[in-house]
């Protein structure tokens, strides 16, 4: 019997996700506390479970099964009703979906009379009902699904916004939106939804300032998140007198907020140097007191009313765990079946200075092994995202073959404040190439990686930077390994969608009829005739966020010159959510690795 390999093993373990395409990979019901929804891998592909911890562990049921998996879901405020998002193929565009709890086979579609629409936030209701958001073509679409699935819309706009509360009768919306189509600078919207009237609305040039919720019990006071003094800090905004105040200073680091149940106190979270720390902040004594939940990366966290918090936490060692937080006693909250996941390295941090300032990376080394290593730069998407301290089994699987694994967060990324993120304009595809230098170089004359072996890879722009590197710094690089890549701006253009088109616009600083040489001076494909390494790309033939088509045209460029490239054209969206799939693509990957750049013995 062949025993399977560690990365194969530590992939197929039954996980918890900490990230969705489609929404967050947890959600908690407000009014019954310890029911819940999250995405998991325990069938073999990513599918909705619900949850009841009210005895722990709670059992995971199945609620979803869907051959190219399933990764946005919501519960209904009571615990009663599941909702997931059904997209065709992977391609996002759908419609939601509600079953009760315990019985999630008997299923009724929300909204069937209007057309399927791409996802822009779900908000359950008191009742059974729901707030939704649709995008059609270039406009926002506000609505109202009753429990019996039927509904209209209330509200509607030519920004193209997102539902990130309501209150719980639904006669209020909060809503995030980009002022003048900047995506970087998010502004606030509250929306009476009886007449889809805008009651209040805080916008504020080159500043984000996102909504988080109305408060427990008086919708009129609303807490955001602002960036006014660059990292992002909460503040209670009261939409009937326009005051405005912060609630919290003194922490280093990105911070957050939500409500306690109560909504005399805040959860607060705290990121710093790609790891998070949790609060208590009492908003009367305005004392604050550290969660004592282990180090890590929070991917969600919330306050339920049995006074417990819940977390879904993961570290680069650590799988992703929900854990609950009561009278000072942290237990896990769900069980998962079979085998955990083999161990995975710890995470290091490395810095540099770059041009545009202190860059900050996370390094991982193999165990078995000694510097200089052979060493591969595994390079995130977003590009407003960011790598933290977190659990990836993709990493894990690369330094099981022997090689050191770099994350550099470039400028252009989120969790170093808003100078840093909105550093990434003018010279996109370059700049974050320069902070990947910066590190590289720290590295290199540190005697950690060996300067002659070195291969990037990454997924969506992370697959763009790839190619970017490729083309631009010819021999520089070993291989390039790039899933789902922007590849070609230009041919990119003409066949996402309208949300995607204004996000580029935002990031470029103009539409491509503005400004084309600069589009083709960020694009790939202009470099396509100086790659020099072999690479190895794969595409999803229903991606709408970097479509098919222009990967084509940018593999038939290196095939045309007789260019060692692979290409796997998948029948997948922007993810691979099914285990077996995600098996094959990265035993792909790792032979082509093992190919490209040998690990010596």
Same mark, same amino acid.
């Given at each position: ?50 949850? @009841?911890?009210? &005895?722990l ?21 009571d ?7 059904? $997209?065709?193929?992977?391609?996002? +565009? ?8 315990? @019985? ?5 579609? +929300?909204? =069937? ?15 059974g ?25 209330v ?5 193209l ?21 900047d ?12 007449d ?33 003094? $660059? ?21 280093e680091? &990105? ?24 609060y ?11 969660l ?23 570290r680069?060692? +650590? ?7 009561? $009278? @000072? ?6 069980e ?12 290091t ?11 900050h ?12 290593? =052979? ?9 407003t ?7 990836? @089994?993709?990493?894990?699987?690369v ?8 994350r ?37 004359? &540190? ?56 996000? $580029?616009?935002?990031l470029?600083?103009?539409?491509? %009829? %503005? ?8 694009? =790939? ?20 966020r ?31 959510f ?21 690990v010596?013995?």
């Amino acid at each position: 019997m062949i025993s399977m390999p560690r990365w194969e093993q530590r992939v197929r373990a039954p996980q918890l996700l900490t990230f969705s395409l489609l929404g967050p990979s947890i959600s908690w019901a407000a009014d019954h506390p310890g029911r819940g929804v999250l995405l998991a891998t325990t069938s073999g592909a990513v599918e909705v479970y619900a949850f @009841d911890a009210t &005895d722990l562990p709670a059992p995971l049921t199945q609620v979803t099964s869907r051959d190219q998996g399933t990764t946005g879901a919501a519960v209904s405020r009571d615990g009663s009703t599941v909702y997931w998002f059904d $997209d065709r193929s992977g391609d996002e +565009l759908g419609r939601w979906v509600a079953a009760p709890f315990d @019985d999630p086979a008997r299923t009724i579609v +929300l909204l =069937p009379e209007l057309e399927p629409a791409y996802s822009s936030g779900f908000q359950p209701l008191s009742g059974g009902a729901a707030l939704i958001g649709r995008i059609v073509g270039d406009s926002f679409e506000l609505a109202r699904a009753e429990p019996d699935g039927s509904g209209r819309v209330v509200h509607t706009s030519t920004d193209l916004a997102g539902v990130e509360h309501a209150t719980p009768d639904g006669e209020l919306a909060l809503l995030e939106f980009p002022p003048d189509g900047d995506f970087l600078h998010p502004a606030t919207r509250v929306v009476r939804t009886a007449d889809g009237s805008v009651v209040a609305e805080l916008r504020e040039d080159l500043v984000a300032i996102r909504p988080v919720a109305f408060h427990p019990s008086d919708p009129g006071r609303v807490l955001l998140v602002h960036d006014r003094a $660059d990292r992002p800090m909460p503040m209670i905004w009261d939409t009937r007198t326009g005051e405005q105040h912060d609630v919290v200073t003194g922490l280093e680091g &990105d911070v957050s907020a939500m409500w306690y149940p109560d909504g005399d106190a805040l959860l607060v979270t705290v990121l710093d140097e790609a790891r998070h720390r949790t609060y208590r902040l009492d908003l009367q004594t305005h004392e604050l007191t550290l969660l004592g939940f282990p180090a890590g990366a929070i991917a969600r966290s919330a306050a339920l009313t049995d006074g417990s918090v819940h977390a879904l936490i993961s570290r680069s060692d +650590l799988p992703p765990t929900l854990l609950r937080l009561r $009278d @000072d006693e942290v237990v896990p909250l769900v069980e998962l079946p079979g085998e955990p996941p083999a161990p995975a390295v710890a995470a290091t941090d490395v810095h540099a200075d770059g041009p545009g300032g202190r860059v900050h990376a996370l390094l991982y080394v193999p165990p078995d092994r000694s510097a200089p290593y =052979p060493t591969v730069f595994v390079v995130h998407g977003g590009p407003t995202a960011q790598d933290v301290d977190a659990w990836t @089994d993709t990493v894990a699987a690369v330094v099981d073959q022997g090689y050191a694994v770099v994350r550099v967060n470039y400028r252009g990324s989120t969790g170093y404040g808003a100078a840093w993120r909105d550093a990434l304009t003018g010279r996109v595809g370059f700049i974050e190439l320069e902070d990947i230098g910066a590190i590289r170089r720290v590295l290199e004359t &540190d005697g950690v990686i060996d300067p002659g072996a070195v291969s990037i890879m990454g997924g969506s722009w992370g697959g763009y930077l790839t190619l970017m590197a490729l083309g631009t710094e010819p021999g520089r690089w070993r291989s390039g390994v790039a899933y789902v890549p922007m590849a070609d701006w230009i041919v990119s253009l003409e066949d996402e969608p309208a949300w995607m088109a204004q996000f $580029d616009a935002a990031l470029m600083h103009g539409t491509v %009829e %503005e400004i084309p040489d600069v589009y083709r001076a960020s694009s =790939p494909i202009t470099y396509v005739e100086a790659v020099e390494a072999p690479v190895f790309i794969t595409a999803g033939e229903n991606d709408p966020r970097c479509p098919v088509r222009q990967i084509d045209g940018y593999v038939e460029r290196l095939r045309a010159r007789g260019h060692d490239v692979r290409y796997d054209r998948l029948d997948t969206g922007h993810g691979l959510f099914d285990l077996d799939a995600k098996v094959a693509e990265l035993r792909t990957a790792l032979d082509f690795l093992r190919e490209t750049l040998p690990v010596l013995s």
